[in-house]
């Protein structure tokens, strides 16, 4: 099992940056697949981003390729989403989420999930 804690999300204005940090419990870190999800308001949660265990194969989707990149320090059991060239269309509650299986795009079928953070994007 593993609990997982994502941080630094907030408020910035577009073509800004932020980084998302997700803290996980537990001394098997590296067995997890990772990924970052989000749910803007009223509509439903969609992929972001995912990258393996080793933090060999990432995955991104189309609307933040490019700008967006998922990865993981195994020694310090955190994953990160750093953003660039931020867009209001990127406001959204953004989740980090974990499995032992890899899910791909598989938005619904994480196993562990966090409490998720804010990110909201002024034009």
């Known amino acids: 099992q593993v609990q997982l804690v994502e941080s630094g999300g907030g408020l910035v204005q577009a073509g800004g940056s932020l980084r998302l940090s997700c803290a996980a419990s537990?001394?098997?870190?590296?067995?997890?697949?990772m990924a970052w999800l989000r749910q803007a308001p009223g509509k439903e949660r969609e992929f972001v981003a995912t990258?393996?265990?080793?933090?060999?194969?990432?995955l991104y989707a189309d609307s933040v390729k490019g700008r967006f990149t998922i990865s993981r320090d195994n020694a310090k059991n955190t994953a990160y989403l750093q953003m660039n060239s931020l867009k209001p269309e990127d406001t959204a509650v953004y989740y980090c989420?974990?499995?032992?299986?890899?899910?791909?795009?598989?938005?619904?079928?994480?196993?562990?999930w966090g409490q998720g953070t804010q990110v909201t994007v002024s034009s």
């Open positions: 990258i393996s265990g080793s933090g060999g194969v990432t």
């Open positions: 537990g001394r098997t870190f590296s067995s997890y697949h």
């Open positions: 989420a974990a499995n032992q299986v890899w899910l791909a795009r598989r938005t619904n079928e994480y196993r562990y």
